[in-house]
């Protein structure tokens, strides 16, 4: 740290070249984020990634909220079987997330066929299905509880990966700041084991005010996703969320916030970012693009927003100036006024 002092007119002068670089930089930062996530898109990584992605069987609403009311960070989903078609194999302890799937019927019909696809899409025929014996009458479907299991929860043969966990640490004790905004904002914030976070990598639980993060992250993706719940708590309300009014548009606002300030203080997360956004957009470029447009504004305000209530506990602070006085101010090295910021 260095300590220098000021004159009012410099420190109205310095705040106003630092907001413009500010300004700059958050828009440099918005263009990389939507060139990344296009230029991913356009990959053979990300034809991989489908490729893969195409062997799962495609989920009814139900079920998809049967899947991710029990394992929020769920991604890929398949029964026992399935999965040891593709070369993995289910962990030992694993508990199954249950999901109703169709059991039988007393008559055999042409759907009986589309039925039978269906229990082979999702690899079933382990045993782990549960009749269910509520219907009655020929020719009526029987409902049963079947398990299947994220990849999360399984090992063996390499997946296609777009998306990759950060690696680094948190050279600016970021996580203790960000922490002191989020408490400034009246949530609480608290590192749990992964289960807890239900296989997600953090949680924002806007009844109880509290923001919930992995313990097996890394420093440096610890910094990414706290900044990604407070992105949450401030944009986006419970209801939207668990109504998703367009949930995939909520991920992007808070995904994008969380890249715009990390990369504001010189942390690199587009190993991640760009594959979550990608992910959650279905990889479609004119999607992104327009979602980018339509959200771009309300992603800026919200990085704005955290990066001065994050530079304003690091020291740079200049607005209490009275005039006349000169002020002493420390910043870190890492914002050095002769450096780019």
């Known amino acids: 740290m260095t300590?220098?002092?000021?004159?009012?007119?410099?420190?109205?002068?310095?705040?106003?070249?630092?907001?413009?670089?500010?300004?700059?930089?958050?828009?440099?930062?918005?263009?990389?984020?939507?060139?990344?996530v296009v230029a991913l898109a356009d990959s053979d990584r990300w034809q991989q990634y489908l490729k893969f992605?195409?062997?799962?069987?495609?989920?009814?609403?139900?079920?998809?909220?049967?899947?991710?009311?029990?394992?929020?960070?769920?991604?890929?989903?398949?029964?026992?079987?399935?999965?040891?078609?593709?070369?993995?194999?289910?962990?030992?302890?694993?508990?199954?997330?249950?999901?109703m799937v169709p059991y039988g019927r007393k008559k055999k019909s042409e759907?009986?066929?589309?039925?039978?696809?269906?229990?082979?899409?999702?690899?079933?025929d382990d045993g782990s299905q549960k009749p269910d014996h509520q219907s009655a009458g020929q020719g009526t479907v029987f409902f049963g509880t079947g398990y299947v299991y994220d990849v999360s929860q399984t090992e063996g043969r390499e997946i296609p990966e777009v998306l990759t966990l950060l690696t680094g640490e948190d050279k600016l004790a970021l996580n203790e700041l960000v922490d002191q905004v989020i408490r400034a904002r009246g949530y609480q914030v608290r590192v749990v084991d992964r289960e807890a976070v239900y296989g997600a990598n953090g949680v924002c639980q806007w009844k109880e005010k509290v923001i919930l993060i992995a313990d097996d992250l890394s420093p440096l993706h610890q910094v990414k996703t706290r900044v990604h719940e407070l992105a949450h708590s401030m944009m986006h309300t419970e209801e939207e969320y668990r109504l998703h009014t367009e949930k995939s548009v909520l991920e992007l606002e808070a995904e994008s916030t969380a890249y715009i300030v990390l990369n504001h203080f010189g942390m690199d997360a587009s190993d991640y970012s760009f594959g979550y956004l990608a992910t959650w957009?279905?990889?479609?470029?004119?999607?992104?693009?327009?979602?980018?447009?339509?959200?771009?504004?309300?992603i800026q305000e919200a990085a704005a927003e955290i990066i001065n209530a994050i530079e304003n506990l690091l020291g740079n602070d200049t607005t209490n100036a009275e005039d006349g006085e000169a002020v002493a101010i420390e910043l870190p090295a890492a914002m050095a006024l002769d450096e780019e910021i």
């Not at 759907?111 to 079933?124: N, T």
Request: glycine share 10%; proline share 2%.
């Open 53 to 99: 992605q195409s062997k799962f069987h495609r989920y009814s609403f139900q079920n998809t909220l049967l899947i991710l009311f029990q394992k929020p960070g769920a991604t890929c989903v398949a029964g026992y079987t399935k999965w040891n078609e593709l070369g993995r194999h289910v962990k030992a302890g694993e508990k199954g997330i249950a999901i």
């Open 111 to 124: 759907s009986d066929e589309k039925q039978a696809a269906e229990l082979d899409g999702i690899g079933l």
């Open 3 to 36: 300590k220098k002092k000021y004159s009012p007119e410099q420190l109205r002068k310095m705040k106003e070249e630092h907001r413009e670089k500010a300004r700059e930089k958050m828009q440099k930062s918005m263009a990389m984020l939507e060139e990344g």
């Open 281 to 298: 957009q279905g990889g479609d470029k004119e999607k992104v693009v327009s979602a980018f447009k339509a959200s771009g504004k309300r």
